[in-house]
């Protein structure tokens, strides 16, 4: 994630796709996990922000993070991650993580985002 310097700002991860959810509302598992590292070269230092996932750009209750991290070398950081199983949903949705920064400059290295239907 290439953040704009705006602390006010979210940040959407999603990969781009709205994914259709059955027409009859079900429950949905969604898994989140993340490598995250502090892009500014202070030893010391550290970033930090939030991390939530949302449906449709609306948080999900109970599925909030809070990310702390330090500056790693080649890729490396702190590893982070978010499980929940959604309220019933149904249609086309889209799903994504947001995060805000809060000190300093936090990354996401890279990430994973998966989602299924359970019953």
Known sequence: MQPDR??????????????R?????????????????NATNMPDAVARGDCRLELDNAPI???EIRVQT???QANHGDGYGINVITPPA?????ISVACNETENDLRVQQFQLSAFQVR
């Open 6 to 19: 705006s602390r006010s700002d979210v940040h959407r991860l999603r990969d781009g796709q709205r994914h």
């Open 21 to 37: 959810l059955d027409r009859v509302p079900a429950q949905y598992y969604i898994s989140f996990d993340g490598n995250f590292d």
């Open 61 to 63: 209750a109970g599925a």
């Open 70 to 72: 330090r500056n790693h």
């Open 90 to 94: 149904g249609g086309t949705h889209a």
